[in-house]
């Protein structure tokens, strides 16, 4: 019997400022695929990423929800949380 771990706490960090620019959709895109249900990529950025947010709601739809945790002008922390 394989176990699907389905609770909120699995939270893996993405620091996005790490990242060559030219590599950073496809890095975070594949980061998002490998989430299991329930679990939360941690996204750190410099900007707030909206041409990301407009891309991985054509990609994803609802199966990803977005919640920002922190948002200023020296950058943003935001969850992306893999649905069931």
Known sequence: MSHTHTTSDAI???DARGVAKRFRHAAIFGA????????TMRFVNDHDPLPLL?????RFGETVAVEY???TGD?????FIKQA
């Open 54 to 58: 407009r891309q991985m709601e054509q």
């Open 12 to 14: 893996y960090p993405f």
């Open 32 to 39: 998002l695929d490998s989430l299991e249900p329930g679990e």
């Open 75 to 79: 950058g943003v922390v935001i969850d």
């Open 69 to 71: 945790r922190h948002r």
